[in-house]
């Protein structure tokens, strides 16, 4: 797949609620492309993440 392609995935991951699995998907497009816009979209999910569920979620 491409960057492209494990950006949108994640992105569908995303809108279902699907935390972890958009993060994944998000950081298999950034090893394809670091200047993919999953950069942006990950921290974004990490922020929430670290902010809401400070006990599930450890960076």
């Not at 491409?2 to 935390?19: L, M």
């Not at 950081?27 to 999953?38: F, R």
Request: hydrophobic share 35%; charged share 25%; glycine share 2%.
């Amino acid at each position: 797949m491409t960057a492209e392609e494990w950006y949108e995935q994640g992105n569908a991951h995303r809108k279902q609620s699907q935390w972890h699995e958009a993060i994944n998907c998000y950081i298999k497009a950034i090893e394809l492309d670091p200047d993919s816009p999953a950069v942006e979209a990950k921290q974004m999910l990490d922020d929430i993440m670290a902010f809401y569920c400070k006990d599930m979620y450890n960076p």
